[in-house]
């Protein structure tokens, strides 16, 4: 669930992991949930027709309406509930500007996102299965169910996403700096994800995961 603490705002847990308060209660788990997968198909795919800049911006008190209209239970919905999701989202899906909101990555809608390509690191990891590993050394990776290539920060991440749409992924790895230089700016989206329009094959090699740290142990969420 989501709360809020008086002292230091929104927060996902039973209590603020600041100060240990328990906070007003703002949204459920399940509300939560709801909200998400509605508020993804407005910012990443434009359903319900938003109003919607070239950044993929919509005001927030457009995206309250149409969640409304759409789940006409929800009259109790406020901007600062979209705010409350939004600011805790644990990904980084979401960002705000002057009154609207966006989504970070994931669009399947075409955009001029204008992200920051100051500080990418000099690698980036993409999972693939073994059977698309071939051809994308040869031909190199373009965008297939969204507008944009999106590479993990790390091996594990790019691990754990690949394990949410195949059984066995493998991962590559991506040199930045020569994707750069043949023409395929790179930005960052969210804490983790980076954009890409096409990654070149010049700049991809299979990852060894001995060289890398799988996160074989870890519980975290995938992506």
Partial sequence: MIRECEDHGYFRADICPICGEEGKFIVSDK???RIGRTLAAILRHGKFEPDMDDQGFVPIQEVVS???ARHTYMNWLRPRHIEALAETDPKGRYQFSNG???ATYGHTIPLDLRLDNSDVPPELFYPVSPEEA???LCDGISPTDRNMVHLSLTYRDALRAGSVRMDDPLVVVIDTGMCVEMGSDIGKAAKTVFL?????SDAI????????????????EAD
């Avoid at 890409?196 to 070149?200: A, I, L, M, N, T």
Wanted: proline share 6%; with cysteine; hydrophobic share 30%.
């Fill in 205 to 220: 090699t299979i990852a060894d995961p001995e060289d890398w740290d799988t996160g074989a142990d870890d519980e975290e």
């Fill in 31 to 33: 509300e939560i949930e």
């Fill in 100 to 102: 609207k909101v966006r």
């Fill in 66 to 68: 149409l969640i409304r």
């Fill in 196 to 200: 890409c329009r096409h990654v070149p």
């Fill in 134 to 136: 071939e051809d994308i």
